[in-house]
């Protein structure tokens, strides 16, 4: 009937952007099983994160989320386009599981020979039994909040293979109802194969 056309209408909009969401998380995972990641040059992780905080800013208005980047520009050895994925995964993660005006803290440092990125929310948080495996591709903790926030389970599966390339680590420290905190540390320099 006529009176569904524009809800039908969205929701075929929905899904096929969802969709694309997917088909582009998996180029991303083959480009990355394929050895993308050559060719390293000097990036500043700093200017990475403020590029993501920028583009996360549709997605914090429309969930009343408030997000602040601070800390120092910190140079790595590295690619870019794929440790921009690393940033905007993890600062996405904390806009769409977080809760209304809830906040995101976005850090950026060096320390010990290493550089960081911290990204602290107040969301909904991780039970301790899906931590492990929030690294695990198509794993999601929530599916259905997953699927209504445009998730594929996807993101931090990319986000892990892109550190471990890069030489570096990936944890998630997550308290059910408190939020979680996301730290990657990654070296000054990577070492030469």
């Known amino acids: 009937p006529p009176e ?3 809800d039908f209408s969205k929701s075929i909009y929905d899904e096929a952007q969802r969709l694309i969401s ?9 480009e990355l099983d394929e050895g993308e ?11 990475v994160c403020e590029e993501a905080v920028k583009r996360a800013m549709p997605l914090t208005d429309k969930n009343g989320v408030n997000i602040t980047l601070s800390g120092e ?17 993890i600062v996405d993660n ?37 931590q492990k495996r929030v690294f695990e591709r198509f794993y999601r903790v929530d599916k259905a909040r997953s699927r ?7 993101g931090l599966a990319i986000a892990k ?7 570096g680590d990936i944890k998630i420290e997550s308290e059910e109802g408190k939020g979680t ?10 070492k030469s194969a």
């Not at 803290?105 to 602290?120: I, N, P, Q, S």
Request: hydrophobic share 40%; proline share 2%.
């Open 37 to 47: 990641g050559k060719d390293f040059t000097e990036v500043d992780l700093y200017d």
């Open 94 to 130: 904390a806009v769409k599981y977080n809760k209304k005006d809830g906040e995101v803290k976005v850090t950026v440092g060096a320390e010990g020979g290493t550089v960081f990125l911290r990204v602290e929310d107040t969301g909904i948080g991780i039970p301790l039994k899906d």
């Open 4 to 6: 569904t056309v524009k």
């Open 181 to 190: 905190l996301v730290t990657v540390v990654l070296p000054l320099r990577r």
């Open 161 to 167: 293979e892109i550190v471990d390339a890069h030489g």
């Open 22 to 30: 997917l088909v582009g998380d998996i180029i991303k995972i083959s």
């Open 73 to 89: 520009h910190a140079k790595v050895s590295g690619k870019e386009k794929i440790l921009c994925e690393i940033a905007e995964n």
């Open 148 to 154: 209504s926030a445009g998730g594929t389970g996807l």
